[in-house]
T-cell receptor, first 111, second 115 residues
Framework: DAKTTQPNSMESNEEEPVHLPCNHS???????IHWYRQLPSQGPEYVIH???SNVNNRMASLAIAEDRKSSTLILHRATLRDAAVYYC????????????FGTGTRLKVLA | DTGVSQDPRHKITKRGQNVTFRCDPI?????LYWYRQTLGQGPEFLTY????????KSRLLSDRFSAERPKGSFSTLEIQRTEQGDSAMYLC?????????????FGPGTRLLVL
């Protein structure tokens, strides 16, 4: 199964940018990179996804390395409401529809 | 669109009892997924349905677990003869084949505690 590696925890000051890294050295050519976040006592929430090019949406930006073996989720201005566990997932596009979650990165935002 | 809903949100039961959870997916989503999440871990896949057909099951889904989606709408997950190791958050998600990459949308989960 495709695997991702993330730091267990990170801290950021409020209003500052946050860069959350993810390594996925076993990624195959058709795997998409998805990011979800999970707030306390809630289910995971979709954040962003990409294949090869960098992506932006209203929540975040996703920067994907040229060799696709790593990616970085960028929160441009962290707020206290961004404190959550962030999961990087490789979305396999054939044979299965399941997500394989790692242990994620717990982001703490300091006021 | 009211999102994925799950019922109950919390369940406390005694070891050996049976429990059943319900998931209502987003309307017209044809795929429905069940995951289990223990403390400090990411969600683990259990099973998924395409309409009423159960197409994939994890080996985590022991014979005490059964899931159904009888009419291709809501789904139930039953655990028979519960054990303390079944204590976890049970998450349901749904997706639509009409949406690019079939992004999964998760419900709030049912937290199970087995005493």
């Amino acid at each position: 199964d495709a695997k991702t590696t993330q730091p267990n925890s990170m801290e950021s000051n409020e209003e500052e940018p946050v860069h959350l890294p993810c390594n996925h050295s076993t990624i195959s050519g058709t795997d998409y990179i998805h990011w979800y976040r999970q707030l306390p006592s809630q289910g995971p929430e979709y954040v962003i996804h990409g294949l090869t090019s960098n992506v932006n949406n209203r929540m975040a930006s996703l920067a994907i390395a040229e060799d696709r073996k790593s990616s970085t989720l960028i929160l441009h201005r962290a707020t206290l409401r961004d404190a959550a566990v962030y999961y990087c997932i490789l979305r396999v596009t054939s044979g299965t529809y399941k997500y394989i979650f790692g242990t994620g990165t717990r982001l703490k935002v300091l006021a | 669109d009211t999102g994925v809903s799950q019922d109950p949100r919390h369940k406390i039961t005694k070891r050996g009892q049976n429990v059943t959870f319900r998931c209502d997916p987003i309307s017209e989503h044809n795929r429905l997924y069940w995951y289990r999440q223990t403390l400090g871990q990411g969600p683990e896949f259990l099973t998924y349905f395409q309409n009423e057909a159960q197409l994939e099951k994890s080996r985590l889904l022991s014979d005490r677990f059964s899931a159904e989606r009888p009419k291709g709408s809501f789904s139930t997950l039953e655990i028979q003869r519960t054990e303390q190791g079944d204590s976890a958050m049970y998450l349901c998600a749904s997706s639509s084949r009409l949406e690019a990459l079939e992004t999964q949308y998760f419900g709030p989960g049912t937290r199970l505690l087995v005493l």
